[in-house]
């Protein structure tokens, strides 16, 4: 497949049968125009870099052949979307616009401890290239390609260090980046990939690669 960077936590798969989108948020600036070339969208969780509801409503409104899948937290306030939206959990596998879509996980990780924990799920595709979400989640199936979040107010490099090593990816490629500059981003690759056996990558927004 291959894989298209978008801002922050986004990104969209291209198959030989379809296209699908992960997290189109608020702070991904072409998010509507990576929704409108897609045949559906997954959502992580409800937070709203990671999820724009009022862009993904319209285009619900414009395109009724258009899915998402997500945590009920997103897709149960479209109630009235019900051949649209699917809610998925923990153990689920769909069929998405050609691709095998297994889902992982069920908490966004600690922010703080005053801090509500929502609903996050991650998303393995064809078994072979994880989205996170908002975790550190371990899905117990094998990864070849990870989406590693670097930046965020729930990260720490260390733990991003001990994921990939439990994780144990082909490559992992940087993902939710959007708040470091670009020499913190090249100083997670080299600790990140000095202390894994992981290839590292960072792919500039706009760009593909194939995974």
């Not at 997954?42 to 993904?56: A, Q, Y």
């Not at 409104?61 to 019900?82: F, H, M, N, T």
Request: aromatic share 6%; net charge negative; hydrophobic share 45%.
């Amino acid at each position: 497949m291959q894989l298209i960077k978008h801002a922050h936590a986004c990104v969209s798969l291209v198959g030989d049968q379809g296209r699908i989108v992960i997290d189109p948020g608020t702070l991904t600036p072409d998010a509507a125009a990576a929704v409108a070339a897609a045949e559906a969208v997954l959502i992580t969780h409800e937070h709203f870099d990671h999820f724009d509801e009022d862009m993904l409503a319209k285009a619900l409104d414009a395109r009724p052949e258009l899915r998402v899948y997500g945590p009920a937290s997103v897709v149960g306030r479209w109630e009235a979307r019900r051949g649209q939206v699917t809610a998925v959990a923990a153990g689920d596998r769909h069929a998405v616009a050609g691709f095998d879509i297994a889902v992982f996980g069920e908490l966004h990780a600690l922010i703080h401890r005053d801090v509500p924990r929502v609903t996050n799920v991650g998303y393995l595709v064809d078994e072979k290239l994880y989205h996170p979400g908002d975790a550190y989640h371990v899905p117990e199936a094998p990864v070849e390609t990870l989406l590693l979040p670097t930046s965020g107010p729930w990260t720490k490099l260390g733990e991003a260090v001990d994921y990939v090593r439990e994780v144990a990816p082909k490559q992992a490629v940087q993902i939710h980046e959007l708040l470091l500059a670009e020499v913190g981003q090249q100083a997670a690759k080299t600790m990140i990939g000095n202390l894994t056996e992981a290839a590292m990558a960072i792919v500039p927004v706009g760009e593909a690669i194939t995974v």
